[in-house]
């Protein structure tokens, strides 16, 4: 006798029984544990900072959205993107500079860098804050002789706010050239080279080709400098540049709330910072097209979409 079998149920095939299988996702019952655990511990630390009656949470509520935050939070603002702006702009000619095949340029732009670099922006800050004790004017003309173009007070030049824009801006710009650097030579020279030969200079080379294939690795580590200058912002306040954190100091010094302004001077950063990461993350994706990384998708969104997936299947079963 000849036993006739269908091709899902025969042996040769391999496929004995594939339409009664069944795919089970694997249990993770270790990550569930440790997620509650954290969610648990992070439960109940909310829960002692907010019957903390030494936060004095009264205080927070009064000077949340008082005019002197405010006001410092405008010099915050203005000077993260002032310092940003000039860190950028003189960080990419240096990073230029570095690339160049003149030894003047490469070394003055080597100078540069190791001198912002290898100082702490304190330190830098202080200085640009201190530096009519070193020059009491300030004087533009030929050197070695008596002819003078412009001459002013360095402290009416100087004020905190522009001493504070000077020193976080240099010191930025000694970082961005190393970024703006990297993103040049990530891009194939074989781009710059076909570009040559169609006749573009260097220059519109540079901008028209090579820079816009290097924002791709540019974009992701120049938005941490952006969030990193608005933080770095609050060292300004040895100068008294009047910015968020001087203003809290100011608080604090008349009414000695110390914790509840630093509270208060937290939960502004948290805001401004959680603001910032909204246009890195579309800037991220927006140049990183075309790659692995413009697939990236935030843990939040794969939490939804895994357990919307789920329903989906489990609506299907009952379905059939």
Do not use: C
């Not at 940003?84 to 100078?111: D, H």
């Amino acid at each position: 006798m000849i036993d006739i079998k269908t091709p899902a149920d025969h042996p040769a095939t391999g496929t004995t029984g594939m339409r009664d299988l069944q795919i089970v996702p694997v249990r993770n019952y270790g990550r569930w544990i440790a997620a509650a655990a954290s969610l648990l511990a992070l439960v109940g630390l909310v829960g002692s900072l907010a019957k903390n009656d030494n936060l004095h949470w009264d205080v927070v509520g009064d000077h949340l959205f008082a005019d002197l935050v405010f006001d410092g939070l405008g010099t915050t603002l203005w000077l993260t993107a002032a310092a940003m702006l000039l860190g950028l702009a003189l960080g990419t000619l240096i990073a230029v500079m570095r690339l160049s095949s003149s030894p003047v340029l490469y070394g003055l732009a080597n100078a540069f860098v190791w001198v912002f670099r290898g100082t702490p922006l304190l330190v830098q800050i202080i200085f640009w804050g201190y530096a009519a004790a070193l020059y009491k004017y300030v004087k533009i003309g030929i050197p070695f002789t008596e002819v003078t173009f412009f001459q002013a007070e360095t402290n009416s030049l100087l004020t905190p706010a522009i001493a504070a824009l000077l020193a976080l801006g240099l010191n930025e710009a000694a970082y961005a050239s190393e970024i703006v650097r990297a993103g040049i030579q990530s891009v194939d020279p074989g781009q710059a080279e076909a570009a040559h030969s169609l006749g573009m200079r260097p220059g519109l080379t540079m901008r028209r080709i090579v820079l816009p294939q290097a924002m791709r690795v540019i974009i992701p580590p120049m938005g941490n400098e952006t969030i990193n200058m608005l933080k770095m912002t609050a060292l300004v306040s040895v100068i008294s540049a009047h910015d968020l954190m001087s203003n809290i100091q100011d608080v604090y010094a008349q009414n000695y709330q110390v914790i509840p302004m630093l509270v208060v001077a937290s939960i502004w950063y948290l805001a401004l910072v959680t603001l910032l990461s909204v246009p890195q993350a579309w800037l991220e994706r927006r140049y990183g097209r075309g790659t692995t990384r413009a697939g990236h998708v935030s843990p939040i969104r794969r939490l939804l979409g895994g357990t919307m997936e789920r329903l989906g299947k489990n609506s299907k079963e009952q379905n059939r």
